[in-house]
């Protein structure tokens, strides 16, 4: 590999591998903070989220991210330690074969990636495009320059390890790459941690803080009676929306200790805003063809006291039923909550009961739509909007219902 070409792959290489730690950060954060938004979730269309949380965004339980970062690295590490070729005078580095090697099948790989986020999930990942240019790049230009056939490299790959093992400095190298890259497959968190206590409340400072901006934000009326309810706290739902279902799980134990302690004291009503076209006017995203199905489904089993299992069930399914809509199967995705709705609720006529919640659930969009809502979920304490495209941590959650409480003269 000439200089100039070995310079070029290692600033594509360092370019891929700042992609590549990029998007295991933000994979690594949607895994343990359920309150993280992804900074490249610009749309449902340029969306991070959807495609590392997707199937397509692990492998054997690890990030394809991590997979990224350990090729990217392997392959800065082959071209800064390489020994250039020097024309007229043999031997030939043996480094652009081994890269180019290396790239065909991390070419293979993004290609296959970059199908299943365009075309099957229909979502754009910014940084994973960014990794993708890179390989492409590494690709071309070890593709044009390598001296050395990767046919014969298998026969040489013992004779070259060795020459690794015996220079001190590519030897440490070596090792610490491979003690990093372990490191990194074994600690990484292999799914999102769901808190199942209260967690403790912020420093006192950090709650002085919040508890002055909460109380300069603006407030709307939603029409919704308080009753003897101290506290009400509105969410506008997608129940296929993967965020609606984090959130609901990172807010119920908090929730259950008010419940615990207060009862009655704090209200949760919960809008229905499906993503799909049948029943929210405001526009459709792919995944949720069945997200009306879904609503309906809850609204049936509330109204017969069995509205939790319900929802458990769909978030146990949730993915199941977004894969199929987004594979063009949303009849199929329909009939898996039919058929639920019929085992458990014994509700044979679905269709009629359908046509009957339609109303129900349209007047919720339309309430949302006049609060312009614009994401899932939207959440509303007493009044008090939270940011689009922002969730409260848990713990400034409960801070935000104590601070409303103070105010009711509650606890």
């Known amino acids: 590999?000439?200089?100039?070409?070995?310079?070029?792959?290692?600033?594509?290489?360092?370019?891929?591998?700042?992609?590549?730690?990029?998007?295991?950060?933000?994979?690594?954060?949607?895994?343990?903070d359920p309150s993280y938004v992804s900074p490249c979730d610009i749309n449902a269309t340029f969306n991070c989220t959807q495609a590392y949380l997707s199937r397509f965004g692990s492998a054997f339980g690890v990030p394809v991210a991590i997979g990224g970062v350990a090729w990217f690295a392997l392959v800065a590490l082959i071209a800064a330690f390489a020994t250039p070729d020097r024309p007229g005078k043999p031997p030939a580095s043996p480094?652009?074969?081994?890269?180019?090697?290396?790239?065909?099948?991390?070419?293979?790989?993004?290609?296959?990636?970059?199908?299943?986020?365009?075309?099957?999930?229909?979502?754009?990942?910014?940084?994973?495009?960014?990794?993708?240019v890179a390989v492409i790049g590494i690709f071309v230009v070890s593709g044009m320059t390598a001296s050395t056939s990767v046919g014969h490299l298998p026969a040489r790959l013992a004779r070259d390890l060795g020459g690794v093992f015996r220079k001190p400095l590519t030897l440490v190298a070596t090792l610490v790459y491979l003690a990093t890259a372990a490191s990194f497959v074994v600690l990484f968190p292999r799914e999102l941690k769901i808190a199942t206590a209260v967690p403790p409340p912020p420093p006192a400072s950090e709650q002085e803080r919040f508890t002055q901006a909460w109380e300069q934000q603006p407030r709307v009326d939603l029409g919704i009676p308080p009753g003897t309810a101290k506290v009400v706290v509105v969410k506008f739902n997608d129940w296929l929306c993967p965020m609606c279902r984090t959130m609901a799980q990172a807010y119920q134990p908090v929730l259950d200790q008010y419940a615990k302690t207060d009862p009655g004291a704090v209200k949760v009503v919960i809008k229905d805003w499906p993503w799909n076209s049948d029943?929210?006017?405001?526009?459709?995203?792919?995944?949720?063809?069945?997200?009306?199905?879904?609503?309906?489904?809850?609204?049936?089993?509330?109204?017969?006291?069995?509205?939790?299992?319900?929802?458990?069930?769909?978030?146990?399914?949730?993915?199941?039923?977004?894969?199929?809509?987004?594979?063009?199967?949303?009849?199929?995705?329909?009939?898996?909550?039919?058929?639920?709705?019929?085992?458990?609720?014994g509700v044979k006529d679905f269709d009629r009961e359908y046509s009957a919640k339609l109303t129900e659930i349209r007047r919720d969009v339309a309430d949302g739509a006049a609060l312009e809502v614009h994401s899932t979920p939207t959440y509303f304490?007493?009044?008090?909007?939270?940011?689009?495209?922002?969730?409260?941590p848990p713990e400034y959650f409960d801070l935000a219902i104590r601070t409303e409480m103070k105010k009711s003269g509650g606890k």
């Open 1 to 32: 590999m000439i200089p100039k070409a070995r310079w070029i792959v290692l600033g594509f290489a360092v370019l891929g591998l700042a992609f590549a730690s990029a998007s295991s950060w933000v994979h690594y954060r949607l895994l343990t």
């Open 95 to 132: 480094a652009g074969g081994y890269i180019f090697g290396l790239a065909t099948i991390a070419l293979a790989a993004v290609l296959y990636l970059a199908y299943a986020s365009w075309f099957v999930l229909h979502t754009y990942c910014l940084l994973c495009i960014g990794t993708y």
């Open 279 to 345: 029943c929210n006017f405001k526009g459709a995203i792919v995944g949720h063809e069945a997200a009306c199905d879904a609503a309906v489904a809850v609204r049936l089993a509330r109204d017969r006291g069995k509205e939790e299992p319900m929802v458990e069930w769909i978030f146990a399914n949730q993915e199941k039923l977004v894969e199929l809509g987004r594979s063009g199967q949303r009849a199929q995705a329909s009939q898996l909550i039919r058929d639920k709705v019929a085992e458990m609720l």
């Open 381 to 392: 304490i007493n009044g008090v909007r939270i940011p689009e495209r922002t969730n409260l």
